[in-house]
T-cell receptor, first 121, second 115 residues
Framework: DTGVSQDPRHKITKRGQNVTFRCDPI?????LYWYRQTLGQGPEFLTY????????KSRLLSDRFSAERPKGSFSTLEIQRTEQGDSAMYLC???????????????????FGPGTRLLVL | AQSVTQLDSHVSVSEGTPVLLRCNYS??????LFWYVQHPNKGLQLLLK??????LVKGINGFEAEFKKSETSFHLTKPSAHMSDAAEYFC?????????????FGKGTKLSVKP
């Protein structure tokens, strides 16, 4: 399977615990994105990487959230001191990132993984 | 600022009848628009995308969408619904412009298909 993969698919944790999710993008995709999707809503952008550099973070990404992409391949998203409001589906996506300029950005296709469903008790 | 509004949260059709999922967008420049589908417990799959070429865009599984600038709409249609089309559909605009190209999703339309 050459698509985007995420691990684990499901995670149940107690409030206050730390959790870490992993995303493996499509091979050779330079850009990697994290989104959060709560029940009944569309996904909301959290952050993205161009290779190993984290270039943008949403205001949704509080100080308890940290994301890394150390070698420009897989990425991890860690949530510290989880709260019940963190319960959601966390989606990862990747794209080629080969385009330059505004119009190239706008035309890129992002390919999504199956997501990690987090439940904080 | 870019945004999308999906006009129906839930659409129900009978198998074999046409599907219409409505989406209006707001953009300060010529947008790129997408439709994604999400089946239960599966990732988002791209159905089709519009990037300022032909205004009628054909996608996978018999879906198509028409970009209408005068109406700021990008409605998704299919001539004949199949049971396997039951899923959640998201209309999406790309937030290009002067910022990074992350996607802005609508709230989704859940499509039910009755036998």
């Amino acid at each position: 399977d050459t698509g985007v993969s995420q691990d684990p698919r499901h995670k149940i944790t107690k409030r206050g615990q730390n959790v870490t999710f992993r995303c493996d993008p499509i091979s050779e995709h330079n850009r990697l994105y994290w989104y959060r999707q709560t029940l009944g809503q569309g996904p909301e952008f959290l952050t993205y990487f161009q290779n190993e550099a984290q270039l943008e973070k949403s205001r949704l990404l509080s100080d308890r959230f940290s994301a890394e992409r150390p070698k420009g391949s897989f990425s991890t998203l860690e949530i510290q001191r989880t709260e019940q409001g963190d319960s959601a589906m966390y989606l990862c996506a990747s794209s080629t990132g080969m385009g330059q300029g505004v119009l190239s950005w706008a035309k890129e296709t992002q390919y999504f993984g199956p997501g990690t469903r987090l439940l904080v008790l | 600022a870019q945004s999308v509004t999906q006009l129906d949260s839930h659409v129900s059709v009978s198998e074999g009848t046409p599907v219409l999922l409505r989406c209006n967008y707001s953009s300060s420049y010529s947008p790129s628009l997408f439709w994604y589908v999400q089946h239960p417990n599966k990732g988002l799959q791209l159905l089709l995308k519009y990037t300022s070429a032909a205004t009628l865009v054909k996608g996978i599984n018999g879906f198509e969408a028409e970009f209408k600038k005068s109406e700021t709409s990008f409605h998704l249609t299919k001539p004949s619904a199949h049971m396997s089309d039951a899923a959640e559909y998201f209309c999406v605009v790309s937030r290009g412009g002067g910022s990074q190209g992350n996607l802005i999703f609508g709230k989704g339309t859940k499509l039910s298909v009755k036998p």
